[in-house]
C-alpha cells in the first residue's frame, strides 16, 4: 500500500517561494508517475504538474509555468513542488499522487491516480 506524506507548505507573503515535499517511507516511488493538485476554498481539485516515473517528462498547468516547478529523487524516493513568485490565487490545500505505469507518461486527470496524500496547506497573502 503506498503511504504519500506531504510536507512543506505554509503561509507565505505574495512573490516568495515554498517548497513542497511528497515521500513514501515505506516503498519505493521510481515505478510511479505522480501529480500535483491543488484545491482551494469553494473551488474544485486542479491539477498543477505531473512528472513520469523516471523523471524524464514534466508537464505544468499553464497557470503555474515559469513558476513552479515539478521534480523528483528516486534515491530519496520523494518528488518536490518548488513554488517561486507565489500570488494569492496559489492559496489552498496541495495534494501529491501518484500511479503505477511501465510507461514515461505524465498523467493530468486526477481520475489517472490511484494514491493520494493528505494535503498540506499553502497560504499566499497579498
Known amino acids: 500500500q503506498v503511504h504519500l506524506v506531504e510536507s512543506g507548505g505554509g503561509l507565505v507573503q505574495a512573490g516568495g517561494s515554498l517548497r513542497l515535499s511528497c515521500s513514501d517511507s515505506?516503498?519505493?516511488?521510481?515505478?510511479?508517475?505522480m501529480g500535483w493538485f491543488r484545491q482551494a476554498p469553494g473551488k474544485e481539485r486542479e491539477f498543477v504538474g505531473g512528472?513520469?516515473?523516471?523523471?524524464?517528462?514534466?508537464l505544468s498547468a499553464d497557470s503555474v509555468k515559469g513558476r513552479f516547478t515539478i521534480s523528483r529523487d528516486n534515491a530519496k524516493n520523494a518528488v518536490y513542488l518548488q513554488m517561486n513568485s507565489l500570488r494569492p490565487e496559489d492559496t489552498g490545500v496541495y495534494y501529491c499522487a501518484a500511479t503505477p505505469t511501465i510507461s514515461y507518461g505524465v498523467y493530468v486527470a486526477g481520475y489517472s491516480y490511484d494514491y493520494w496524500g493528505q494535503g498540506t496547506q499553502v497560504t499566499v497573502s497579498s
Open positions: 515505506g516503498r519505493t516511488l521510481s515505478r510511479y508517475a
Open positions: 512528472i513520469s516515473n523516471g523523471g524524464g517528462s514534466t
